[in-house]
């Protein structure tokens, strides 16, 4: 009977993708702290893998972690050391497998990726060890690299017979096989190909003359040539013996290109030939590929599944109990019936606080995929880079998880590029070789606080207030607070890096960064110390449905204010307003005299006949700025849940969204940032005009 | 027994070409609705459902003819006065005034879009052949509006352009995103 595995694709899939994070997360710890347990860990989650793939006949993947698995066999068993090489060679083919199962995934061939890699394993695992010579500890090196490895380069003559291809051997294949073993020269010889009228394509005309450099012995060449052995003249011979051991080659020679010419066949297939070690460059581009029909899931701790389930338990009894009051109701069962619809509501409000946990999920996720970067950035860099992760089992809502992971990414790469200095300039200034980078994650009143900060060589004020001056983006002379300045840093078109390089200094990005926080609804803060190091601060809602919000009257109309943006409200006759710089009302809180925003003004609603005076000033705040909302009237304070305007119509600057009242009535969100920037906005084409 | 089911299936299919040709001949289906004197109409399959006038919640500085936004079952809808958006001069808002929802396509998304009329009249056929084009002078409607007259028990209707009437971004409203100018 057969059975259907692609319905199982995508568990596969899914647990694979997993495994693959788990031997990333390890592999970059393993340098530091090499314990048995953590390579454990790497070869059970390559081991599944290989199990998986094999039972569902994806066999690059099995025959790819195979190799793998023989490496990792090797490092666990103590036979070969923990290097960087090592390291290096089993993230390229994590990202490699990751690649590979992408596009499986998207219905695409695997492609040949992945065979570069399986050579070089193969060239690593026969050789003991490829960077075995600088280490000390190949000594427990198994014996494939003994006396008969001396013999390092091989001369092998082979000239098959014309039938050779219909017996379905292809030498270009053979030829591969031996790359494995070391760099390989191919010489073709020509002489008896015919003139094109008489060349039979089925037939090969041609020999080779090989020079192949490696560590290998004769066996093993022999048995490349095993099946063709019957059918072919072949002469293996030494050429030399151990020169000084050659490292793992890198790059075939040059000299395999003109196998290649003359014949345009053969051009296809050793092109494959020669696009050898320089691996698993063309990953990410299947990655962004869009995958076809997988629905996004979530795991959920089981926990929280049980929570949920006792919850609606309960629900269900006070239900039942409702109903039995409900049957033969009378008016001495009055107090039953309010004391059970007390018990419903307190029911329902926990559920649905249950139920919106169960789309909260650690930062860790996001954070996890940073120490890979930091690591191979710094390398690009040539900058030393400790990275220093807390808080990871902060929980956040999973819409905004995947939002944060691109800005979050983006600030990381700034705080390498350009915060965290050269070593050298590092000892100059008196510092330690290594720069430390931090990444913080904890809850905050009813936000979740992301710091990114590094110890490097901070944000000069000046040099931003020079280039934003520069660049129009503010008049010159003009005063402003520190904060404000460094903000100036994620304005559109603004970078201060002398040099675009590869990794920032575009000036776009630090804005893509705001913005895309901004969306969130939250946040990002800067303070810099110059020679000390830079903070980011990222401040975001828990989550993006739910608000606590302050319903507002103005005039006829009801809105409602985030509850944390609100600092105080104080009644307009007691407020100390006054007008300035030609008629701006500006409200004096403390030492600071804040611009007064009139709602009814601003949103052009209709008056309300009686209100006049009697109104109040909300002072609220948002991005650092504060200002005084003229209102009519505070009404209650509610949890509302988020609704989009522009799911039907358009943004509306000042407004972040709508929510639904208890009556059934529409009410608009009001966006504190927006507010106050359309007033500037405005205040600026004033300006101008 | 091959031979019976396919002579099943001829029968079908020839009845479901029946039905077709039927449908040609009767044209599309139309709901006609009352604005201020006029009569307009759309065609049916634009048609999401009908409510009754009720007051929406106004958003900040639209423009007159943009009434608000409604709740409809949980998602945000705005509301466009169709008197208003044909600059008609008198109308209110009695117990005939209805809030007509039609389904329009902006930047590739579905949307909604509530359309208040004094009042819904008919459902008819009429083939696409018998819409004649709208003369094109001297109307107090914008000609992007209209896509078409056509007559209805000897009185004429006007076949309305959704595409441009509903369209976004010929909607001037001050502060709001798109392509929409601030003017």
Redesign the interface.
Known sequence: MDIDLSQFYQVFFEESFEGLDTMEHELLHLEEDSDRENINTIFRAAHSIKGGSATFNFKEVAEFTHVMETLLDEMREGKRPVEKETVDLLLRSVDCLRGMLNRIQDGEEVGDSHIDLVNYFNELLSNGSSSGSDSPATEVDDSSADSEGEITRWSIHFEPEAYILETGNEPVRMFRELKGYGELTAKANLDKVPDFDELKPESCFMSWDLELDGEVDEDAIKETFEWVEDDCKLEIKPLSSAGGKAKAAKVVSANADETTEENEEEEVQTSNVKNMVPVASEKPAAKAAQKPASTASIRVGIDKVDTLIDLVGELVITQSMLSEVGENFDISKLNLLLSGLGELEQKTRELQESVMRIRMLPIGFVFNRLPRMVRDLSTQLSKKVNLEIKGESTELDKTVMEQIGDPLTHLVRNALDHGIESVDRRIEAGKSETGTLILNAFHQGGNIVIEISDDGAGINPDIIYRKAVEKGLIPDGIEMPREQILSLIMEPGFSTAEVVSDVSGRGVGMDVVKRNINNLGGNVEISSELGKGTTFTIRLPLTLAILDGQLIKVGD?TFVLPLVSIIESVPLSMAETSRIAGDMPVYKLHEDYIPIIDLQE?????KNLGASNDGLLAIVEGENRKIALRIDELLGQQQVVI?????????????SG?T?LGD?????ILDIVGLSK?ASDRTHKKLVA | MTNEMMKVIEQQEQAIDYVEEAQEENGSQFLSFVVGDEEFSVSILKVQEIRAWENPTSLPNSPGYIKGVLNLRGTIVPVMDLRMRFRFKHFEYDATTVIILLKNNYNGKDCLMGCVVDGVSDVFSISESAIREVPDYGSAIDSRFTSGIMTVNNHAVTLLNLENLLNLDLIKHPYAGGNVSNG
Do not use: D, N, T
């Open positions: 109309e601003e949103f052009e609603i209709r609704k989009s305007l522009e799911s039907h119509y358009k943004s509306i600057q000042g407004v709508a639904i059934g009535r529409v009410s608009l359309r």
